[in-house]
């Protein structure tokens, strides 16, 4: 299983999924092998990570039509075909990467998005209020999506909080 944080974290709430993925390293041991994956905005660059990988969790930020903070899990074949030609953000360059293993006829990971509607996406090194108070629910998510698929997480005894995990994303 990888779980892979991808999003900026230049801009507000588009690093969450960074933030996030940071959050479950520091502060989990897991029963089954997870790798964690900064993906930060690398996109196309995260091909090789999709191609030999079986089961993906993909943590980020989405734009959808709903309220700032609404989470979405979103298994990726539902998502099929939109990343090609539909731009150059982080999210579209990920599907544009299971979209490229369909078209060459490759195995694709079990992949699933989860999503979270961002409030403010503008240069600034932090996270809306809102989705900070939203951050406890969506770790949540992804610990009882993990548990679904069969993979324990236990916190580990000594827990980073949200914020020293800000402020230690800031200091790379």
């Given at each position: ?16 999924g ?16 997870v ?30 039509e ?5 989470i ?16 150059g ?24 998005i ?35 698929e ?16 800000l ?6």
């Amino acid at each position: 299983m990888v779980i892979l944080g991808i999003g900026n974290v230049l801009q507000k709430d588009d690093g969450f999924g960074v933030y996030a993925s940071t959050y479950l390293k520091k502060n989990y041991t897991f029963s089954k092998e997870v790798e964690i994956i900064h993906g930060g905005v690398e996109g196309i660059n995260l091909f090789s990570v999709l191609e030999e990988s079986d089961h993906v969790l993909i943590l980020d930020a989405i734009e959808l039509e709903d309220e700032p903070a609404s989470i979405y899990l979103i298994p990726s074949y539902e998502l099929s075909g939109h990343g090609l030609n539909s731009g150059g953000a982080h999210e579209i360059g990920v599907l544009q990467c299971l979209d490229m293993l369909e078209l060459q006829g490759k195995p694709q990971p079990k992949a699933t998005i989860l999503g979270i509607i961002p409030q403010h996406v503008t240069f600034e090194m932090a996270l809306s209020p809102t989705l900070t108070k939203a951050f406890e629910g969506y770790i949540n998510v992804a610990l009882n999506y993990l548990k679904k698929e069969g993979i324990e997480a236990t916190l580990n005894e000594e827990v980073s909080t949200l914020e020293e995990i800000l402020f230690e994303v800031k200091r790379l």
